[in-house]
């Protein structure tokens, strides 16, 4: 039994040892990024994955997502919880169900969790606005009001 014990803690010890490696090992730049349309966006909005893919579930993902000024996004849904963080420019975030301008506008250096299943939206004003979004997968959006949901028009 102990012999066991000590060889699972081994396992468990390596395995987040490798997992930690792999993580030291990964360096983005940000003229690496690679933006691209996503169909569950409105237009404009673009995304770049920098680790992970957000169509695994379990995986963990971070996500950078571009939103051009005066852009909005309505309000959704994710089946995951989320940190997101303002890399640059200033947006307005906010939890609810029907999309009001209402709120502190969050600038770079911001921070916020919305628990998984929760509903917010966001919107910018007169500057290009760039996320960083971390959640563990599977992806996933869903509009509070069907007709908002670009994959449907």
């Not at 060889?7 to 490696?21: E, G, H, N, T, Y």
């Not at 349309?37 to 995304?47: H, L, M």
């Amino acid at each position: 039994m102990k012999t066991l014990l000590v060889a699972a803690a081994l396992i468990a010890f390596a395995s987040s040892a490798m997992a930690q490696d792999a993580m030291k090992l990964t360096k983005i730049t940000p003229d690496a990024l690679i933006w691209k349309d996503n169909p569950a966006f409105p237009k404009g909005i673009q995304i770049a994955t920098l680790i992970g893919d957000p169509t695994k579930a379990g995986e963990v993902v971070v996500l950078r997502i571009k939103f051009p000024a005066n852009s909005r996004i309505p309000p959704h849904t994710h089946p995951y919880s989320e940190v997101v963080t303002v890399i640059s420019g200033t947006i307005g975030s906010t939890h609810g169900e029907k999309f009001k301008k209402k709120g502190e506008m969050l600038k770079a250096g911001s921070l916020w969790v919305y628990l998984a299943k929760h509903a917010h939206y966001a919107w910018t004003e007169n500057e290009q606005v760039i996320l960083q979004v971390q959640f563990i997968g599977p992806g996933g959006i869903d509009y509070i009001n069907p007709a908002d949901d670009p994959r449907k028009k």
